[in-house]
């Protein structure tokens, strides 16, 4: 039979071969239909996400801290303020890989970090779209960075704090740390006031992060912190940290603490301690420069206390101005058997004298006379044991022992200072009632809180009354009688003032040891208290000297009472005082011991 004819041939194996390629393809379009299912069914939120990663970008907006101002004259001062600094974010999401090391490469430097550290920052962070590398970075960092052009690298103004004045009330002020949080100081007390919360603003974005619009709706606006205005005066608390640090550089002290007080009102003009310290130094500073020890550091008064005791005898009636008290050559036998040493040897002393010469046997006789249980009383009323409640973190309250706890040896220490811990600001606090006619009243550091736009939000200008502790005629006979005689006959009289009349108190107290067996060698605080003009006292001023060179010299008299003179004559004559006093010569200081 003859061979059929090529093209006659029967066409199945091409027909089978298309058949199967179509339904390849149909098997691989339905696995892809599948697939695809299940990707946005399983995967849909993820890309969701990444997408709105890519389009939209979160920009935070820095808000302002709050601003602490301080007074002088009719103006005020900035203590506290902020200012923008650039800081320095990267954007690690559109970073190519390929671009990863050359940026950190240039940009390490820059932001002084080693290049690998960065780069371990940005892996670490390659899905988002916003991270700080360097915040403050400095203007020539800053504009290194704007000219090198670094694909995902930016910058962002931030408000951070400094302190215009420096050193200028720096144990008042405080500081905050480097999360813009108050660690001292008003800072601290005030910090939920002062403290700023920041904004954000949402923008979408192309790839090349190129801002397309914004989002309204998401925008937060930032809000700014409140203002602080401290009754601080800059004027005086610039005479009081002169004059105390000129005292411990001349007595080689190891510390000194001053205070100045208007005791009409309780408003705190000036209050310092040395050392001192820059707040914008503050990182580098030990703790014991930054501790303000005019509120923490208790310590025995000494001779400055007697006015206290004295002034509640008077009004106690267990004496009277003018009594004669036999003070025996300078040594006493009290009834409790303790043996006491003046250091004159006085014979017969008048009230008053025996307060303006500081007579420890007066004055345990005093003790003798009132008995425990009123002096505990006198000694709680004009606050001592207890906070005053300035406007300070960390104040203590002092050392006042339980009534139960006293015995013979304490009805006569305390009248002359001993057995008692007070605080610098608890004696200028308490001093400042026979200023005043005898109302005690609570020291104040905050005047007043305004609202970022200017808005008064809180008065704190008037006093403050806590009780009154003595009779007003009292206080003003006790004041002309006996304590303006410390500085014209008594142990003060280096802190006479020079035009205008004053009373005070010196004192020279022995330092107790630290394990509470009686006293250091060798060691004193050396204190003089005073205000000015006596017939209308507008200021009280406090200076603490705590261990000077005994060599070079320890008595209140002589180490502190110049300073009070120095700041009273200059904060009196900046606030214009009239004089009050043609005596310009004090007598000669025979008797300058207490």
């Known amino acids: 039979m003859a061979a059929q004819p090529y093209a006659s041939r029967s066409p199945r194996p091409r027909l089978w071969a298309g058949h199967a390629l179509f339904a390849l393809l149909a098997v691989a379009l339905v696995g892809l239909g599948v697939r695809l299912y299940l990707f946005q069914n399983t995967h849909a939120a993820a890309m969701a996400a990444r997408s709105e990663r890519q389009q939209r970008m979160t920009v935070p907006i820095s808000a302002r801290r709050g601003t602490i101002y301080a007074n002088s004259h009719s103006r005020t001062v900035q203590l506290a303020a902020s200012r923008q600094v650039p800081s320095c974010f990267a954007d690690p999401f559109i970073i190519r890989d390929d671009e990863l090391w050359d940026v950190c490469e240039t940009l390490g430097p820059i932001l002084g970090q080693d290049p690998r550290d960065l780069q371990g920052k940005l892996l670490e962070n390659r899905q988002r779209r916003f991270v700080w590398l360097a915040r403050e970075v400095g203007e020539p960092a800053a504009e290194a960075i704007r000219a090198a052009k670094l694909p995902g690298i930016g910058l962002l103004q931030e408000w951070r704090r400094y302190y215009p004045c420096g050193t200028l009330g720096a144990h008042v002020v405080g500081f905050v740390g480097s999360e813009g949080h108050g660690l001292e100081g008003t800072e601290l007390w005030a910090d939920a006031a002062l403290a700023a919360t920041d904004g954000r603003r949402v923008v979408r974005a192309d790839a090349a992060r190129r801002a397309i619009w914004s989002e309204p709706e998401a925008f937060v606006a930032p809000r700014d912190g409140k203002h602080l205005v401290l009754t601080l005066d800059v004027v005086i608390q610039g005479y009081l940290e002169q004059a105390l640090a000129d005292a411990v550089a001349t007595y080689a002290a190891e510390s000194a603490v001053g205070i100045v007080m208007d005791p009409r009102t309780g408003e705190v003009l000036a209050l310092a301690s040395v050392p001192a310290y820059d ?67 006085y014979g017969v002393l008048s009230f008053e004298a025996g307060v303006f010469k500081s007579s420890n046997i007066f004055m345990a006789q005093l003790g003798e006379r009132l008995g425990n249980e009123r002096l505990y009383q006198a000694v709680r009323s004009f ?28 009805t006569t220490s305390i009248p002359m200072g001993q057995e008692i811990g007070v605080t610098a600001l608890q004696m200028a606090t308490g001093f400042s009632a026979f200023a005043n006619g005898g109302l005690l009243l609570r020291p104040r550091l905050v005047r007043a809180v305004y609202d970022p736009d200017g808005t008064l939000i809180y008065d704190n200008s008037y006093p403050l009354p806590v009780r009154q502790v003595l009779d007003s005629n009292l206080c003003r006979v006790f004041v002309e009688r006996v304590l303006a005689q410390v500085p014209t006959e008594g142990t003060g009289k280096r802190g006479r003032l020079e035009g205008w009349t004053s009373f005070g108190k010196t004192g020279t107290a022995q330092i107790a040891r630290t394990d509470g067996r009686g006293y250091e060698p060798d060691a004193y605080t050396a204190s003089y208290i005073a205000a000015a003009p006596a017939t209308d006292a507008r200021l009280v001023c406090l200076v603490s000297v705590r261990k000077p060179d005994r060599s070079r010299a320890y008595y209140g008299g002589v180490v502190a009472a110049p300073v009070v003179k120095s700041v009273l004559e200059r904060s009196l004559a900046y606030l214009e005082v009239p004089k009050d006093d043609a005596k310009t010569e004090a007598p000669a200081d025979d008797d300058i011991a207490d």
């Open 279 to 345: 707040l914008n130094a503050f990182r580098y500073t030990d703790q014991d420069q930054r501790r303000n020890r005019a509120i923490t550091d208790p310590y025995e008064p000494g001779s400055i206390f007697k006015p206290f005791i004295a002034a509640v005898a008077l009004a106690e009636g267990v004496t009277r101005l003018g009594e004669s008290f036999q003070c025996h050559d300078g040594l006493y036998r009290c009834q409790s058997g303790r043996r006491l040493r003046d250091a004159h040897g």
């Open 383 to 410: 606050g001592f044991g207890a906070k005053t409640g300035v406007e300070l973190r960390g104040e203590d309250a002092g050392l006042v022992n339980p009534l139960k706890n006293w015995n013979s040896y304490t």
